[in-house]
């Protein structure tokens, strides 16, 4: 069992953390948020005042913060502090900038890294069902292991420093991408008269099955348990799903790659934000999909 510094206990952290003392890890969180560190006590997480109190005698520390400047400036401050040999590990969605930046501060100071992304939203931090996908030394990865396992179900070694960050990034790519194509269909069958159950039953066992459409349906009715049942609140937010597109398109800048789709997505996710629907789930773009006017 490790001694775990946890920074960032927002509403992936909180549940992550939690779910590592449950293990059995002993757990010591910090958040800039009073109301994130009561909750994080009352889930059996000790707390501290600072960054450098809640590092203090950990043997690993992983970060879940909002974006590349919140990582790089907590892992600036705490490399000055921990012992050479400390594990860090970063589990926020940055830049992959930002993501080469962290491994290379970590290996000024002989401290072994791994960037380690997630996907599975709140519902998988609170369930402990997280899909981690992970960048950085084998070795490395192999020790941390049973500690993702206490957080998730998945856990994918992607290859070399910051290979999760991308994984990350292109499969929240496809994700975007996808839960337009599918909300377009459902407003062209709409069109046609065709009803959603319909469209359902056929995509779901026909080529057109994907993530978006069988476990977060954009429309009430054929999955339950999807957002639209319950007036598309979050569940993942539109947001953030603009922020992850945002970081594919930057990559995607850097690197030459073409992804006419992908940028579609990003300005379609740009006006549905702009709209005010920024802290809606991002199946609800299907909305304004629906609204000519818009689009
Ligand atoms: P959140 O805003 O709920 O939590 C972030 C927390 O970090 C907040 O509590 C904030 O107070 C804290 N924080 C910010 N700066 C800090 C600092 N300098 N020191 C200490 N604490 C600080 O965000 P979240 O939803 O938990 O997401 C965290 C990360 O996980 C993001 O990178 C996000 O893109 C990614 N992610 C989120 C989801 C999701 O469904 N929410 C899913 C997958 C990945």
Request: with cysteine.
């Given at each position: 069992m490790?001694?775990?510094?946890?920074?960032?206990?927002g509403?992936?952290?909180?549940?992550?953390?939690?779910?590592?003392?449950k293990?059995?890890?002993?757990?010591r969180?910090?958040?800039?948020?009073?109301?994130?560190l009561?909750?994080?006590?009352?889930?059996?997480?000790s707390?501290?005042?600072?960054v450098?109190?809640v590092?203090?005698g950990a043997d690993?520390?992983?970060?879940?913060?909002?974006a590349?400047?919140?990582?790089?400036?907590v892992w600036?401050e705490?490399?000055a502090?921990?012992p050479?040999?400390?594990?860090?590990?970063?589990?926020?969605?940055?830049d992959?900038?930002?993501?080469?930046k962290?491994?290379?501060?970590?290996?000024?100071?002989?401290?072994?890294a791994l960037d380690?992304?997630?996907?599975?939203?709140?519902?998988g931090a609170?369930?402990g069902?997280?899909?981690f996908?992970?960048?950085?030394d084998?070795?490395v990865?192999a020790g941390?292991r049973?500690v993702?396992?206490a957080?998730g179900?998945?856990?994918?070694?992607?290859?070399?420093a910051s290979?999760?960050?991308?994984?990350?990034?292109?499969?929240n790519m496809?994700?975007?991408i996808?839960?337009?194509?599918?909300?377009?269909?459902?407003?062209?069958?709409?069109r046609?008269?065709l009803?959603?159950?319909?469209?359902?039953?056929?995509?779901?066992?026909?080529?057109g099955?994907?993530?978006s459409?069988?476990t977060?349906?954009?429309?009430?009715?054929p999955?339950?348990?999807?957002p639209?049942n319950?007036?598309y609140?979050?569940?993942?937010?539109?947001?953030?799903?603009?922020k992850?597109?945002k970081?594919?398109q930057?990559?995607?800048?850097d690197?030459?790659?073409l992804?006419?789709?992908g940028?579609?997505?990003?300005?379609?996710y740009?006006l549905?934000?702009?709209?005010?629907f920024g802290?809606q789930?991002?199946?609800s773009i299907?909305?304004?999909l629906r609204?000519?006017?818009?689009?």
């Open positions: 490790n001694t775990i510094a946890f920074i960032g206990l509403h992936m952290g909180g549940p992550m953390a939690a779910n590592l003392a293990a059995g890890h002993a757990v969180g910090f958040d800039l948020s009073p109301a994130s009561d909750l994080a006590r009352a889930s059996g997480v707390t501290a005042g600072s450098a109190e590092v203090s690993l520390v992983i970060t879940m913060l909002p590349g400047t919140h990582v790089l400036a600036q705490l490399v502090i921990v050479s040999g400390t594990l860090l590990i970063d589990c926020s969605t940055i992959m900038d930002s993501a080469r962290a491994h290379a501060l970590a290996e000024a100071h002989a401290c072994p380690a992304p997630v996907s599975g939203g709140t519902g609170s369930a069902t997280l899909t996908m992970v960048g950085g084998a070795a990865f941390a049973p993702f396992e957080m179900k998945k856990i994918i070694h992607c290859g070399d290979a999760g960050q991308a994984a990350k990034i292109c499969n496809i994700l975007g996808s839960m337009i194509a599918v909300g377009e269909a459902f407003v062209l069958g709409e046609l008269g009803s959603h159950q319909a469209l359902f039953d056929v995509a779901s066992v026909s080529s099955q994907c993530w459409l069988t977060y349906c954009p429309v009430p009715g999955v339950p348990t999807s639209a319950h007036a609140q979050p569940g993942f937010a539109a947001a953030l799903m603009l992850d597109l970081l594919s930057a990559a995607a800048e690197t030459g790659a992804t006419p789709l940028a579609k997505a990003a300005l379609l740009q549905f934000s702009d709209e005010g802290a789930d991002f199946s299907i909305n304004m609204d000519k006017s818009v689009v």
